[in-house]
Nanobody, 122 residues
Framework: QVQLMESGGGLVEPGGSVRLSCVAS????????MRWYRQAPEKNRELVAG???????HYEESVKGRFTISRDNAKNTVYLQMNNLKPEDTAVYFC????????????????WGQGTQVTVSS
């Protein structure tokens, strides 16, 4: 029943900015950590940024100072503000979240969105 859906991607010029959003829907007891991953062609999926329930954040080194992850718990939403974009940021960006549901007991699993394409090109 739980689904994640990303939005906000598109074509951006180098140095430009984009804000990605990811909304979790379904019967959710609690969303724990939320993360953004990305996958470029012929490369493995990599962790870009993460945020805990208490809003502690971590970033991959190449995006530090340029990207900001945030969350709105009331809206079950995580954001990724991306500034000063570079061509090497081009990738499909995936939302990931550890979500607890109730199915006779409480279970926590990782859920993934389908991804949104971000292309940085002049």
């Amino acid at each position: 029943q739980v689904q994640l859906m990303e939005s906000g991607g598109g074509l951006v010029e180098p140095g430009g900015s984009v804000r990605l959003s990811c909304v979790a829907s379904g019967i959710i007891f609690r969303i724990n950590a939320m993360r953004w991953y990305r996958q470029a062609p012929e490369k493995n999926r990599e962790l870009v940024a993460g945020i805990t329930l208490t809003r502690t954040t971590h970033y991959e080194e190449s995006v530090k100072g340029r990207f900001t992850i945030s969350r709105d718990n009331a809206k079950n939403t995580v954001y990724l503000q991306m500034n000063n974009l570079k061509p090497e940021d081009t990738a499909v960006y995936f939302c990931n979240a550890d979500i607890t549901v109730f199915r006779g007991g409480y279970y926590t699993d990782a859920y993934w969105g389908q991804g949104t394409q971000v292309t940085v090109s002049s």
